[in-house]
Structure formats: C-alpha cells, structure tokens
C-alpha cells in the first residue's frame, strides 16, 4: 500500500511542478522571442547602413511566419536607376546555425526569380552574412 500512495504522488503533477514546468517553458519562449527581435534589429541596422530596405514576414500577431523566407532587403540596383536589387533572406538568431539542407532550400526558391538569397545570423554580438555574392 505504501508503494501505491508513492507511485500515485509520483506520477501526478503538483501545483508547484505545474508552475516550475510553466516558468521554464515560458522561459524559453522569452528567449527565443528576444533572439528573433534582436536578430531584426541587427539585420535592419546592417540594411540602413549599408543602403537597403527590409521588409520582414510577419503573421498578423507579429509571430514569423513559416518557410524558408523571412525577410526581403531592396535597393535601387546601382548605376541602374530603373533596376530593384533583391535578396530573399533566412534570418536565424540566437544558437540557431544554417544547415546545408536550408541553405539549399533557399537556393530552390530562389532559382525561379532569378534573385540572390542571403542568410543573416545573428549570435548576439555580429551579424554573419552568409550568400553566394561577393558584395
């Protein structure tokens, strides 16, 4: 009987491990959510620097949206006044690394418009810019 009453208080969750399990997952949602915004941040201040524009893909809550693409950057292509440069982004952030299977998913979306893709990471001090150009 002793055994039964342990496995029983064992096996269902009190309010305090309720509560523990509810601080650490939102814990962790907090910190990817810090990530992402900090990683928009980097890539819109490399973009305003160095003459882009971004536009980012957002759900209407604010939340990324899914796919292999979550911002596009633009410029006036130079000495081509009547050009637009485009570049199809994957932003990671945090410890999130880009694997060889998203990078070449990227290039599979991009094959059709005949734009560049470009991956902008973010590690929480540089912003590594990974693409198939020199520029």
Partial sequence: MVRRTRR?????????????????TMAVWERVHAAEAASKSALASYCKKHGWHVAFFEGKTGAPRTGIIDAVVFRIARGKPDRLDLRLVQLKGGHAGASGAEIKRLKKAVTDLSVDWLIAAYDGKVLHLISDLDD
């Fill in 8 to 24: 029983t208080l064992m096996t269902k969750k009190s309010a305090a491990q309720k509560a523990w399990m509810t601080r650490r």
